[in-house]
């Protein structure tokens, strides 16, 4: 509190004198300064203090990136997917055999290895001869199970982005409603102490001083009340980007433009992580559709086998073939491509569903955006500046004896509910546009993606 406003009081009251109108026109006047005053320097002054190094939401975005582990597990999962792809479009390994055939176990040559003319060691070699068809439709099976992969990881990106991005904002928003409130709850306390000033003075009523201290504890509770809400929003923010709390948020979003429009959002969404991703698993399914098609027909197996009988009788070679009877192809290897078929129905099924759906959910959002910021356009120009006339109506008048201060603190009330609808308004529409704007990855962001991440990696200074 300014000494120099209750300096005239101070000087009635050694005097014994009741204060003057003068006086009391003079404390008003100088409360209305030091709230200029403070209101001014509170705008003027930066959050960004010289120690604490500023923090954008594009800084954001990338530190929530660099250290996430989801996607680094997403990153390894593609990675897994590559290499069983690569295993995908070999044929099997050979199968090497050594064996001891027809060894009497009873009579004089029992055990005998020698003597016996049927007794043979045998040593061979097997190998399946995959049909290269069939090679040919798992390696693309693999290849979209890659894919698959690669739209989860996108998908992982574009929730980290956004995620990331409304945690910023919702600290920033939170940051701008209590330095509005404590602004207000500083021009209050002036009110309320030129109030109590001017009640021992012997002007003024009890009633008035007590509506002013209540007033005054009321906007109290309310910076109590925003205080927490910041707390929560850091926290909320350090989930994403550890030590960001430490640091002063800068930057002004532009909120005022988006990628997207409610005409032909069918297109524009055909790159939606979701969308994108559903599209893969059809993809997926159709190529393991083709697999299973190709199983149908079954793979030949060729074994040569060496076999040593004893002295004075000749060695063999022994040649085998073999394939599998496929007798009851219908329960079996029809069945398995009846199933991915299936798979790949319901697949395109839910995308085009799922297509529908966002189309509706995102036309919704564009709505609300442009709603949040035509109603924050009205609140800037109108409303607001209307409710700090208000105030300085109310002030000017309660000097005069046209008003009570009630009716200032009342003023007052509706003046930082004004404010903080304007700040909510913004707010809204800001958390709109994070969640169109970052609706898909860009491409610099896909090739910045870490293949692994060190544990303290990410980590602000």
């Given at each position: ?425 913004e707010a809204i529409a800001a958390r709109l546009w994070a969640q169109l704007a970052f609706l898909e990855a860009p491409p610099e962001s896909l090739a910045a993606i870490p293949v692994s991440v060190d544990a303290d990696q990410g980590v602000l200074p």
């Amino acid at each position: 509190m300014n000494r120099s406003v209750l300096s005239p009081l101070r000087a009635s009251r050694r005097s014994g004198a009741v204060p003057t109108r003068a006086v009391l026109c003079y404390v008003g006047r100088a409360c209305a300064a030091t709230t200029l005053a403070l209101l001014l320097s509170s705008l003027v002054s930066s959050p960004v203090s010289a120690d604490e190094p500023p923090f954008t939401l594009a800084e954001a975005q990338r530190v929530a990136l660099s250290r996430s582990k989801q996607l680094e597990a997403s990153q390894l999962g593609v990675s897994a997917s590559k290499a069983l792809g690569i295993a995908a479009g070999e044929r099997p390994d050979p199968v090497a055999k050594i064996g001891l055939e027809n060894l009497p176990i009873n009579g004089p040559e029992r055990f005998s290895v020698q003597r016996d003319f049927m007794t043979m060691r045998s040593v061979g070699i097997m190998q399946e001869i995959t049909r290269p068809s069939k090679l040919r439709a798992r390696a693309a099976e693999s290849e979209e199970a890659v894919r698959l992969a690669e739209a989860k990881k996108v998908q992982v990106l574009v929730a980290l982005r956004r995620d990331s991005a409304l945690a910023w904002l919702n600290r920033y928003y939170a940051e701008a409603a209590d330095r509005t409130v404590l602004q207000q709850l500083e021009a209050v306390r002036l009110e309320v102490t030129a109030a109590d000033a001017a009640y021992r003075g012997g002007h003024g009523t009890a009633a008035d001083v007590l509506a002013a201290r209540q007033a005054f504890a009321e906007f109290e509770d309310l910076a109590s009340e925003s205080s927490r809400e910041v707390s929560a929003a850091k926290l909320a923010l350090d989930r994403w980007v550890p030590g960001a709390s430490d640091h002063a948020l800068v930057g002004n979003p532009a909120i005022d433009a988006i990628p997207l429009h409610k005409h032909g959002l069918d297109a524009q969404l055909a790159r939606h992580p979701e969308i994108l991703a559903l599209e893969r698993r059809e993809e997926l399914a159709r190529a393991g559709a083709e697999a299973a098609r190709a199983d149908r027909r079954p793979d030949w197996s060729v074994e040569l086998v060496y076999s040593q009988r004893g002295i004075g009788y000749s060695n063999m070679v022994t040649l085998e073939l073999t394939v599998p009877l496929e007798i009851r192809r219908a329960s079996r290897q029809d069945q398995r491509l009846a199933a991915k078929l299936a798979e790949a129905s319901q697949a395109k099924a839910e995308r085009e569903d799922m297509l529908r759906e966002h189309a509706a959910e995102i036309a919704t959002m564009i709505d609300a955006w442009d709603s949040a910021r035509e109603r924050l356009e009205r609140y800037r120009t109108s409303i607001v500046p209307l409710a700090t006339d208000r105030v300085v109506a109310a002030r000017a008048a309660y000097r005069g004896g046209k008003a009570t201060l009630t009716d200032l603190l009342t003023s007052h009330r509706a003046e930082i509910d004004a404010r903080l609808k304007a700040l909510q308004l913004e707010a809204i529409a800001a958390r709109l546009w994070a969640q169109l704007a970052f609706l898909e990855a860009p491409p610099e962001s896909l090739a910045a993606i870490p293949v692994s991440v060190d544990a303290d990696q990410g980590v602000l200074p």
